[in-house]
């Protein structure tokens, strides 16, 4: 099986802009989660859909939003950037079988550098 | 909230040696799973192993295995024989048991050197 997918795996924005990244998920999983990795405060959980509802949100402001659609694929959206959103964004996908307790499949990451 | 602990920034072994990377936990629920994750500099996370609190028994992984001491609130890795390949960022990480809870609350990182 191909493993999760991440696009693009580099991105430069500037501050104010928004951005959408994208991830696919090993195929037959459903659940995507995403999560942020800077040096300042290591990996940190945003959130996480499942069958296209988001089930779990981390501590972020409004502007992280994301969605999934029906083939599982999951978009993750930030607006009016700032500085410190400069981090890798990982995503993360697990096929969650009875009792849910599969194991997350990550991505290579997105860096994301905001100027 | 569950917190995960890593004491050790930086390990350095020798190749071929054996290194124990230390991680503790905090935590009211009685099930959960934990795991250790590899990131090399690609960046990339792997998964290395995984264990399931209601087992007593360590999980291992080839060269990889777990000292899982659940009154403690532990959860080491051993790798043995180390090879270059091994160098890399290890991530402790808890996962609660309940159903719809994917949440993964990583330990802040041990980066491993493999000395030749």
């Known amino acids: 099986k191909a493993g999760v997918t991440q696009t693009p795996r580099y991105l430069i924005k500037t501050r104010g802009q928004q951005v959408t990244l994208s991830c696919s998920p090993i195929?037959?999983?459903?659940?995507v989660s995403w999560y942020q990795q800077t040096p300042g405060q290591g990996l940190q959980f945003l959130f996480e859909?499942?069958?296209?509802?988001?089930?779990n949100k981390g501590n972020f402001p409004g502007r992280f939003s994301g969605r999934q659609f029906s083939n599982s694929r999951s978009e993750m959206n930030v607006s009016t950037l700032e500085l410190g959103d400069s981090a890798l964004y990982l995503c993360?996908?697990?096929?969650?079988?009875?009792?849910?307790?599969?194991?997350?499949?990550f991505g290579p990451g997105t860096r994301l550098l905001v100027l | 909230a569950q917190t995960v602990t890593q004491s050790q920034p930086e390990m350095s072994v020798q190749e071929a040696e054996t290194v124990t990377l230390s991680c503790t936990y905090d935590?009211?629920?009685?099930?959960?799973?934990l795991f250790w994750y590899k990131q090399p500099p690609s960046r990339q996370m792997i998964l290395v192993i995984r264990?399931?609190?209601?087992?007593?028994q360590n999980a291992t992984e080839n060269r990889f295995s777990v000292n899982f001491q659940k009154a403690a609130k532990s959860f080491s890795l051993k790798i043995s024989d180390s090879q270059l390949g091994d160098a890399a960022m290890y991530f402790c990480?808890?996962?609660?048991?309940?159903?719809?809870?994917?949440?993964?609350?990583f330990g802040t990182g041990t980066r491993l050197t493999i000395i030749p």
């Open positions: 993360a996908s697990s096929s969650t079988l009875a009792g849910g307790q599969e194991t997350q499949y």
């Open positions: 195929s037959g999983h459903r659940s």
């Open positions: 859909y499942f069958s296209e509802t988001q089930r």
């Open positions: 935590t009211s629920e009685s099930d959960y799973y």
């Open positions: 264990q399931e609190a209601y087992k007593q």
């Open positions: 990480a808890y996962r609660s048991p309940n159903f719809g809870n994917e949440k993964l609350t």
